[in-house]
């Protein structure tokens, strides 16, 4: 909806903390948990591209396998 938003610093820690909280809901005024799939494959590409493959590139593939 025009003027909701929600920022997230781009680890999949944050990520996981915030669906763990239902963050993205409260944030965005949701009446329902939002599809966030999207929001995790961009932070893995963001970390990949950063900083190479890693142990939390790999965690994250394996919760967007879930």
Do not use: C
Not at 11 to 20: F, I, M, P, Q, S
Not at 35 to 41: G, Q
Request: glycine share 4%; aromatic share 4%.
């Amino acid at each position: 909806m025009p003027g909701r938003g929600a920022w997230l610093t781009p680890t999949v820690e944050a990520y996981e903390l915030a669906v763990t909280r239902k963050a993205f809901r409260r944030a965005l005024r949701l009446e329902r948990e939002p599809d966030t799939s999207a929001v995790l494959e961009a932070v893995v590409r963001i970390h990949a591209s950063s900083n190479g493959p890693s142990d939390t590139t790999e965690q994250a593939e394996r919760l967007m396998d879930n």
